[in-house]
């Protein structure tokens, strides 16, 4: 058995200990959290592959002015998506927030990874 199996384990066992052991304080409730993450499949509204600069250009276009979950939330789910899969791309992130009905904002976020 390796050791992060056995420490895997200890901690599934004494999940109270390791909390109090990582985090300096014994925690007032502790509830251990089953450890398989659900990946749900995702769809980007577009990317691109910009050659010859190697790079990756990830647009989402948003009408409402929030949603669920927050843009902010799946922009990171995007990007961790494709760095997994892109590795060895700079990945561009862009984020159009469009007018909705008779209303217009305008306005654009770009992050560059």
């Not at 992060?4 to 502790?30: H, I, M």
């Not at 002015?65 to 902010?72: A, Q």
Request: overall charge positive; aromatic content about 12%; glycine content about 2%.
């Amino acid at each position: 058995m390796s050791i992060d199996n056995v420490c895997r384990y200890l901690s599934e066992q004494y999940p109270e200990s390791f909390a109090t052991w990582l985090l300096g304080k014994t925690p007032a409730e502790v509830k251990d959290l089953k450890t398989e993450l659900s990946v749900e499949p995702v769809r980007a509204d577009c990317i691109i592959l910009l050659n010859p600069q190697q790079e990756i250009l990830h647009i989402e276009f948003q009408v409402a002015p929030t949603s669920v979950p927050p843009m902010p939330i799946r922009m990171l789910d995007y990007y961790a998506r494709l760095r997994r899969q892109y590795s060895f791309y700079t990945i561009l992130h862009t984020g159009c927030h469009l007018p909705q009905r008779n209303h217009f904002r305008r306005g654009v976020y770009r992050t560059i990874y």
